[in-house]
C-alpha cells in the first residue's frame, strides 16, 4: 500500500507540475524546484512498478484489487481529473482498498457494506479535497465534477456521501449497530448541517472543516467496525 500510494503522490505532483508553478503553490516540492520533476517522475513509475509484486504477496485476488485500485487512481492523475467522471476513481479505488485488506485473510473474505461506505468515503472525499483549490483549479484549465456544479453544490454532495458512509458503516455490519456507530451517524449529521450552514458565509472554510471532521470520524468508524467482516 505504501509502494502504491506513494506512485501516485509522486505521479500527481510530476503530471500537475505546470499547473502547481502556475499558481504558487509552496507546499509543492517540484513546483518550488526543491526537487527536480524528472527525479519524481521517476520515481514514482519505479513504486508503480514495485506495486506489483509487494501487493502479491498477500495473494493472488487480494493482490490483483490493489493494483486495480492503484491503476484506478493514476487514471485519475493522467486523463480523468479534468473530466465530468473525476470523482469516479476516487470511488474504485478507495472501494477497493478495504477489499484488498480484508481479500488477504483467511478464507478471502470482500464484505460488499465495506466496500460501499468506501467508495462513498472515496467519493465525498473528493469532492471535500477540491474545495481549497477550487478557483485555483479553474485558473489552470482542471474541470472535474466538482468544478462543473460549483462549490456549493460540491459542499452539499462531500457532507452527504460522508453521511452516506457512516451510516453504511453503523447499519452495514452483521447484528446491531450499537453506540458507537448509532452515535457517529448521529454526531455526522449534526456537523455536516452545521458545516453547510455556516459555509455560506463568503470566506469561510466551515464546510469543508466539517467534510473533513465526518471523513476522520467514519475512518475511524471503519476500523472500529471492520474486525466484523463476515
Not at 169 to 190: D, E, R
Amino acid at each position: 500500500m505504501l509502494a502504491g500510494h506513494l506512485s501516485v503522490g509522486w505521479s500527481n505532483d510530476y503530471l500537475d507540475r505546470d499547473r502547481d508553478v502556475s499558481v504558487g503553490r509552496a507546499d509543492k516540492p517540484v513546483a518550488m524546484g526543491t526537487v527536480r520533476a524528472q527525479v519524481v517522475g521517476a520515481w514514482a513509475v519505479a513504486a508503480a512498478a514495485a506495486t506489483v509484486p509487494l501487493s502479491l504477496l498477500s495473494g493472488a485476488l487480494a493482490g490483483t484489487l490493489h493494483v486495480l485500485a492503484v491503476a484506478s487512481a493514476w487514471m485519475y492523475n493522467l486523463r480523468l481529473k479534468s473530466t465530468p467522471y473525476s470523482a469516479l476513481p476516487y470511488t474504485v479505488s478507495f472501494g477497493l482498498l478495504p477489499a484488498f485488506v480484508t481479500a488477504g485473510l483467511p478464507g478471502h473474505p470482500v464484505a460488499g457494506w465495506l466496500v460501499s461506505a468506501g467508495a462513498l468515503l472515496g467519493s465525498g472525499a473528493h469532492f471535500a479535497n477540491v474545495l481549497p483549490d477550487l478557483d485555483d483549479d479553474l485558473r489552470t484549465g482542471v474541470r472535474g465534477l466538482p468544478h462543473r456544479v460549483g462549490a456549493g453544490a460540491s459542499r452539499v454532495a462531500a457532507a452527504v456521501l460522508l453521511l452516506a458512509a457512516s451510516a453504511v458503516l453503523a447499519f452495514g455490519p452483521p447484528g446491531p449497530p450499537g453506540l458507537l456507530g448509532a452515535g457517529a451517524v448521529t454526531v455526522a449529521a449534526a456537523v455536516g448541517l452545521g458545516g453547510l450552514l455556516l459555509g455560506r458565509r463568503p470566506g469561510s472554510r466551515a464546510a469543508f472543516r466539517a467534510v473533513l471532521l465526518v471523513a476522520a470520524m467514519d475512518v475511524l468508524l471503519l476500523l472500529g467496525t471492520g474486525s466484523r467482516v463476515r
